[in-house]
């Protein structure tokens, strides 16, 4: 990635990281590390890779995305209104009675959403079903859903998984957060998923593995995904969890837990320095 488009992907990851903390901070609960961690490829996806226009949310010929981690929306919804879909001042009635940003996200009242998610392993599903319709309607739209690891757990990531394959979705990008952390601990210790890259070769996948941080490296990865033919793909992102905000940073007990107000100061001082740094 040249250097100037490089620091403006920077810029706005961590503008999506702020709305995320002002989110969770405001809702007093919510789920801050999931949504850190993908942040960096969230922000690429609506800077950068997908064909998507605030203006006209609906556009029949749009990429769609699927955050199948649905309780991960805080990072998605910044990035939404850094685009322009709706306000950042919406940001601070996240999870709030009568607000349109919920807890998981909800295509019938927020703008941009293109699939209510939250179930976790569904989204997969919903995604292989927008990319099967694409395959019908013969269009060149492309769909990304979003999986957390804990979430390939979860048996209906699988049975997508085979339907993907067996349809030969190559419109289909699969993308996995993994930042070896979920709500019971690390994803190792809980159930073991390695080596989920020989798990998603086996049902059919073309397999990338790339740093969830590095924008040359999701870079290379979303070209590269678009290149293959007769088959899905999946972006393995390594990452890690409240990437962004020092003290967050691979702590699982920030996977579903608000910052408090001397917290709040804190991620928020440190994701200012970091702006005000790229923007010398």
């Not at 959403?113 to 997969?124: A, E, H, K, R």
């Amino acid at each position: 990635m040249e250097n100037q488009a490089l620091l403006e992907m920077e810029k706005n990851a961590c503008k999506v990281r702020m709305y995320t903390i002002e989110g969770v901070f405001n809702a007093k609960s919510g789920h801050p590390g999931g949504s850190l961690s993908a942040a960096d490829i969230i922000t690429y996806l609506y800077f950068k890779e997908m064909k998507v226009d605030a203006a006209h949310p609906d556009d029949p010929n749009r990429d769609r995305f699927v955050l199948s981690k649905g309780h991960c929306c805080p990072s998605l919804y910044g990035a939404l209104a850094l685009k322009g879909y709706f306000s950042g001042e919406e940001i601070k009635s996240l999870r709030h009675i009568g607000a349109m940003l919920q807890g998981h996200p909800d295509m019938k009242h927020t703008p941009g959403i293109d699939m209510s998610s939250g179930s976790l392993g569904q989204g997969v599903s919903a995604a292989c079903g927008m990319a099967l319709a694409g395959k019908y309607d013969k269009a060149d739209y492309r769909v990304y859903a979003m999986l957390g690891d804990g979430e390939c757990e979860e048996g209906q990531v699988w049975e997508a998984a085979m339907f993907a394959a067996h349809n030969k979705l190559d419109n289909l990008c699969l993308i996995v957060d993994f930042n070896g952390l979920q709500i019971d601990g690390s994803v190792n210790d809980v159930a073991g998923l390695e080596p989920l890259d020989k798990k998603f070769e086996g049902f059919g996948f073309e397999v990338l593995k790339i740093d969830g941080h590095n924008f040359d490296e999701i870079e290379a990865a979303f070209n590269k995904a678009k290149t293959v033919k007769g088959k899905p793909t999946v972006i393995i992102a390594k990452t890690i969890k409240g990437k962004g905000v020092s003290y967050m940073e691979n702590q699982v007990g920030w996977h579903g837990k608000a910052p408090n107000a001397e917290e709040y100061k804190v991620a928020m001082d440190e994701l200012n320095a970091k702006l005000k740094a790229l923007e010398a």
